[in-house]
């Protein structure tokens, strides 16, 4: 039997500590292939920063080819310069998957956390303590900064949006269902 396989990176862009996940899906399983962060909080030089978040995705991508980038979406926050800053590290990860043709797909951070713990407001902690169980991490590969979780967090979400069996197929009635699904009623 042909297994398939597909490679999705997460991204939880930052410009003080950027995380990152690689989850690899086989025959619709998914398996933990590497987490971690950038830390940029030593470069004072904020585009020497994005140039830093360029280079280590390029680096990823050559790494793990994968098949598509999973990014947390910016949030709307009290502080513009902080936001604009959060908006460029995003758009400079995206330039990197863009310049490999990796298609993009970005979810909002209530979204990850709520596919992941089904709390839209969980804390970081539970969102590791989650993705640790879900895939069955040992307790000394989690990393100590929760940034490279969030990071597998956007992988693991959009692994759950692409891999939802309702989306599979769409019925409008009982009969429908019964039309598309013989083998599955009795008489």
């Not at 979810?107 to 992941?116: E, G, H, N, Q, T």
């Not at 409008?172 to 083998?183: A, E, L």
Request: proline fraction near 5%.
């Amino acid at each position: 039997m042909l297994q398939k396989e597909r490679i999705i990176l997460g991204i939880d862009p930052g410009t003080q500590v950027m995380g990152y996940g690689v989850l690899r899906v086989v025959n619709n399983k998914p398996e933990l292939m590497a987490m971690g962060v950038l830390v940029l909080n030593k470069d004072d030089d904020h585009y020497l920063k994005l140039r830093r978040i360029f280079e280590r995705i390029i680096t990823l991508i050559d790494e793990f080819l994968p098949d598509e980038l999973a990014i947390e979406a910016p949030f709307f926050g009290k502080n513009v310069q902080s936001m604009l800053k959060l908006g460029r590290a995003q758009g400079v990860a995206m330039a990197a998957a863009l310049s490999r043709d990796i298609p993009i797909f970005e979810y909002a951070p209530l979204k990850i956390k709520m596919s992941i713990t089904g709390n839209g407001r969980a804390a970081k902690e539970q969102v590791a303590y989650m993705l640790q169980n879900y895939l069955k991490i040992p307790n000394e590969s989690m990393p100590k900064q929760m940034d490279a979780t969030d990071g597998l967090a956007a992988a693991v979400c959009h692994y759950f949006q692409t891999n939802n069996p309702a989306n599979e197929k769409k019925f409008t009635s009982w009969k429908d269902y019964i039309n598309k699904n013989p083998g599955k009623v009795s008489k």
